[in-house]
């Protein structure tokens, strides 16, 4: 527990997309941030971890992995280890975003377990929780929301190792999101209930240039986890001005 302040973050999320090509958008963001007073992370696909870790060396933006295995090495085709993770030049790991809840069918327990694993490889987790459309119909958002937590973060969960994202499933790559006040009354009830005051509470979900200053200015957002936006370093550069100035 502490009460220092939370970190300031800007995450991009390029899920299953870029190819070499697209290591010009990390170094132009690298460019036109050479010492940002928030971190500014990209988490590219894993293929472009290492290259992009080479081509941002030296400078201020750091990376992530999308996803990782809960076991440190072994017999799983397919999968990443935290642990290669690190060693390819990340320092943070998004882990329960609801594509992977989703479309793999994990858990919340996996992804605690993920955490753990993370931790161990010196990984920092961005651990994203948030209500389907129509848990939020039903009422029952932060029913949802506090027991991912709950389940999703062991005991050890603290500022220096974990970064929540608040990501409402129906607000991603939809162009909605929710309003403020929606985001204040969850962010409240995640600050509340996080394990460590000082854990920085992202939201994420169709943020873009357009809305990025509206949403930073909201009290307990402090920062965002990004998707579509972070492809393009214009856009989502205008997105780590607005955080920078709010
Ligand atoms: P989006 O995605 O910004 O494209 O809505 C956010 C996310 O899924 O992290």
Request: aromatic letters at 4%; glycine letters at 12%; hydrophobic letters at 50%.
């Amino acid at each position: 527990m502490s009460d220092r302040t939370p970190k300031r973050i800007a995450a991009g999320n390029w899920k299953m997309n870029g190819l070499s090509a697209e290591l010009a958008e990390a170094e132009a963001l690298a460019a036109a941030f050479p010492a940002p007073a928030a971190s500014v992370l990209l988490c590219p696909p894993a293929t472009l971890l290492a290259p992009m870790a080479q081509a941002l060396a030296g400078s201020a933006i750091g990376l992530g992995g999308q996803d990782c295995h809960a076991a440190e090495k072994g017999a799983h085709t397919g999968d990443i280890a935290a642990l290669m993770l690190a060693d390819a030049g990340a320092g943070h790991v998004i882990l329960g975003h609801s594509e992977r809840r989703a479309h793999h069918g994990e858990t919340d327990a996996q992804v605690a377990a993920k955490l753990r694993a993370a931790w161990a490889a010196g990984l920092t987790g961005i651990v994203c929780l948030g209500e389907t459309a129509a848990e939020r119909a039903a009422g029952r958002t932060l029913e949802v929301v506090g027991a991912q937590l709950a389940g999703s973060l062991p005991p050890g969960a603290t500022a220096a190792n974990t970064v929540i994202a608040y990501e409402p499933v129906w607000a991603i790559g939809s162009g909605q999101t929710p309003t403020p006040e929606e985001i204040v009354e969850v962010h409240a009830f995640l600050r509340q209930n996080a394990p460590d005051p000082a854990i920085s509470l992202l939201y994420g979900g169709s943020v873009n240039p357009g809305n990025a200053a509206q949403i930073f200015a909201i009290a307990g957002v402090d920062g965002a986890l990004v998707g579509g936006a972070s492809l393009k370093a214009v856009d989502f550069g205008a997105i780590v001005t607005a955080l920078l100035a709010a």
